[in-house]
């Protein structure tokens, strides 16, 4: 939708202006409606506008739920943050653990393996993660300043460029009238060409950028929590290792389940499938994990 807003910059990008240059004043239903009626008004005018309200209420009530739920907003950025944080907490130390009770070792010392592995993986997570991304944004800086070289000394290439690109995103050059006068918007204002440059050719815009800071520290908090079902199991198993095996691979069963359920809530897309792709990718790496253990122990012993 923003990238829509940015590519019609023409209709209220020009501040003082009701209206683009060179575009006849409209009096159609998408200028702003008056706040009060004036005394001219007779009561069928008014009856059409009540009519109009509750026909358009009427509307969005039957639309399928979809069609009228919100956008993510700002959290949109970050859910690749939270999902892999959560996951990755699941997965990597329910694998630590199913492969160090397969070798033999006891609770205490699956205990103390589990709580090593998931300090260590949280810190390389949060680490990993504000790197990537610091070095993401700088990578996008770098692509937008050179736009900006581009178009201070190359504008009529970025022009023809933006010819192209209006195409791309259904702004067709027949007939010519909306493509020519979006063209001479942009020509008779370099600082809009840019932004909507910037928006065609990466796909993003300024106030989408994400923080390096947040997104470390939002994986690295996930991950622990992600890590709890199979370290807390192994506080409660005394000398039965095998017992807080099961309860951590149940515990991390079900909330697998929960976060492929979470997850499209999101993505708006299937629960069960999202939710039994988490459970299966877990389930065969902990079984992997556990026989490669239970080969080793073999093995040296």
């Not at 001219?40 to 399928?64: G, K, Q």
């Not at 205490?108 to 260590?120: E, N, R, V, W, Y």
């Not at 988490?278 to 994990?289: E, P, S, T």
Request: hydrophobic residues 40%; contains cysteine.
């Amino acid at each position: 939708m923003k990238l829509l807003i940015e590519s019609m910059n023409y209709c209220g990008g020009i501040e003082g202006q009701d209206h683009p240059p060179g575009l006849p004043e409209s009096s159609d239903a998408s200028q702003s409606p008056p706040e009060k009626f004036t005394a001219a008004e007779n009561d069928e005018s008014v009856l059409a506008r009540e009519n109009d309200t509750t026909h358009h209420r009427h509307c969005r009530r039957n639309h399928p739920p979809l069609a009228t739920s919100q956008h993510l907003g700002a959290s949109r950025q970050y859910w690749r943050d939270m999902i892999l944080g959560v996951n990755d907490g699941l997965v990597s130390t329910f694998l630590l653990v199913a492969g160090v009770a397969g070798g033999g070792l006891g609770s205490s010392d699956i205990l103390l393996t589990a709580i090593s592995g998931a300090l260590a993986g949280a810190v390389s997570m949060c680490a990993g993660e504000y790197v990537a991304t610091k070095s993401q944004n700088e990578v996008m800086n770098g692509e937008i300043a050179l736009e900006k070289e581009h178009v201070t000394h190359c504008f009529d290439d970025e022009i023809l460029e933006l010819d192209f690109l209006l195409e791309v995103i259904g702004i067709p050059k027949e007939p010519e009238m909306l493509h020519q006068q979006l063209l001479e918007h942009y020509r008779s204002h370099p600082d809009a060409l840019l932004k909507i440059m910037i928006a065609l050719e990466f796909g993003v815009i300024e106030d989408e950028q994400r923080s390096p800071a947040w997104a470390g520290f939002t994986s690295c908090l996930l991950f622990v929590f992600g890590a709890l079902p199979s370290v807390l199991p192994f506080i409660f198993s005394g000398d039965e290792p095998m017992k807080g095996l099961i309860a951590a691979a149940a515990i991390t069963t079900m909330a697998l389940l929960f976060v492929g359920g979470v997850k499209t809530w999101a993505t708006r897309g299937n629960c069960v499938t999202a939710s039994l792709e988490n459970l299966v990718i877990a389930g065969c790496g902990g079984a992997f994990a556990y026989g490669v253990g239970v080969l080793f122990d073999s093995v040296l012993h």
